[in-house]
């Protein structure tokens, strides 16, 4: 049986957003890059960067 990993970050190709995973919370939060959080446009439709190279299959 194949387990399917999830991703743990993710990057919207279209205004610059970053996410990662909060697995205590269970959902996405927001990467704090530097003394600000990475919100890119809160407007924007989120490309995120998750594409053909990602295999969210193990082994």
């Known amino acids: 049986m194949a387990e399917v990993i999830p991703p743990t970050e993710r990057v919207c190709e279209r205004c610059g957003r970053h996410d990662r995973w909060d697995e ?31 295999n969210p299959f193990e082994g």
């Open 24 to 54: 205590e919370r269970d959902t996405w939060i927001i990467v704090t890059e530097g003394d600000e959080k990475a919100v890119g446009n809160p407007h924007c439709l989120h490309e995120w960067d998750i594409n053909g190279d990602y």
